[in-house]
């Protein structure tokens, strides 16, 4: 019998703790769609000042806030936004950009580090001359860290050069930043600074910082105006909110020390892992907290089957491919679950005797 449970499928699958539920129930809270509720307010602020931008927007989901943002950027229909193929706006998202928004993606090849080719995003910027033709090429977005292409930082050099790009033609920089302070924290570069060249940038509370629910847009005064009406149009005013924002002040000032941390059980993780035969691990491409590997064929087992096995002794897992696994670390768990884990893995390929099911 199992009794507890290592979950590796995502950073999002952590459980408020006992500081954010007491914080839930003693929030101070007031009806956010009628005016301010003061706990959103005060996540708000600080959000708006860790990250170095003028104002915040307290929203429901990563992907409300990548939409909100796409589309306060793109607000005449025809606009186009450059976006990376593998992003997670063009293929996790519903498409919401077009369906709901009216705004045409233009992908551009991302390469294995989450970068987009200079170059190549230049070349995909449309010639105004031809507007006849062509949509307008209004906004770019980058994704930092870059969760498909497994959680690589993007560097802060590269990022100011394409937010010199975007200036030079006159288009706007947002930076889905799901996981920024992530990338802040294995690059050792300040947030605000890290994300300095871009108009906005939305950050999950609810992936690794381990907050119940919720994203914060960051950018000017203007764009938080017009995101706060977009907000309400999409059904994202939500009402004693307050209580959410609450576990998120918890998360924010509790929980980014610990990334460093989950950072680490991941090199430790595809280490291991890359020592057990049948799995190969790209450890020096592991970076912040995911881990992604492939079964090889000598293994003669699916990820599927492998998946199963792993159930059956409480690891959770996200499967990607037939032959491709993805393992995601978070401050719930432990060193010893990493080595538990490891251990199981091993169980698991090499047919060691298992004593919990000793067929
Ligand atoms: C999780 C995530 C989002 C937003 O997802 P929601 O589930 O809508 O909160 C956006 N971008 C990236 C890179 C993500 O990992």
Redesign the pocket.
């Known amino acids: 019998m199992v009794t507890s449970v290592v979950d590796l499928r995502s950073d999002?699958v952590t459980k408020p703790n006992e500081a954010m539920r007491a914080a839930m129930a003693n929030a101070e809270v007031d009806d956010d769609v009628l005016g301010h509720d003061p706990t959103a307010f005060r996540l708000e602020t600080e959000m708006a000042r860790i990250m170095g931008k003028e104002a915040a927007l307290f929203v429901p989901?990563?992907?409300m806030g990548?939409l909100i943002s796409v589309l306060v950027h793109c607000e005449i229909r025809g606009s186009e936004v450059i976006v990376g193929d593998y992003s997670?706006i063009h293929i996790y998202e519903n498409g919401g950009i077009s369906t709901i928004g009216g705004v045409h993606p233009r992908t551009v090849r991302n390469n294995k580090d989450g970068t987009m080719d200079i170059d190549l995003i230049e070349a995909a910027i449309r010639d105004p001359k031809l507007e006849l033709v062509y949509p307008t090429t209004r906004l770019i977005c980058l994704?930092n860290t870059h969760?498909n292409c497994g959680g690589r930082c993007l560097p802060v050099e590269y990022i100011d050069k394409v937010g010199e790009l975007a200036k030079k033609h006159g288009l706007k920089l947002h930076i889905?930043g799901?996981?920024i302070f992530n990338a802040s924290i294995a690059l050792g570069v300040p947030v605000n600074r890290l994300v300095k060249a871009a108009d906005s940038v939305s950050v999950?509370l609810?992936?690794g910082l381990g907050a119940p629910a919720g994203?914060v847009i960051v950018g000017s005064k203007d764009f938080i105006a017009r995101a706060k009406i977009l907000r309400k149009t999409l059904g994202g005013g939500m009402r004693q909110v307050g209580i959410l924002c609450a576990a998120a002040l918890v998360a924010v000032q509790e929980n980014v020390g610990k990334l460093e941390g989950d950072h680490k059980n991941a090199k430790t993780l595809a280490e291991g892992l890359n020592k057990i035969k049948g799995l190969k691990v790209d450890v020096d491409s592991i970076e912040t907290n995911m881990v992604y590997f492939d079964i090889l064929e000598g293994a003669h087992m699916t990820a599927q089957e492998l998946r199963k096995k792993l159930e059956g002794k409480g690891i959770l897992v996200n499967m990607k491919s037939s032959s491709r696994i993805r393992l995601v670390l978070h401050y719930q768990i432990s060193e010893s679950d990493v080595q538990y884990t490891l251990a199981c893995f091993q169980q698991a390929l090499t047919g060691a005797p298992d004593e919990n099911n000793g067929k």
Do not use: F, I, L, V
């Open positions: 999002t989901s990563g992907t990548n997670h994704e969760a889905d799901a996981r999950c609810s992936k994203t």
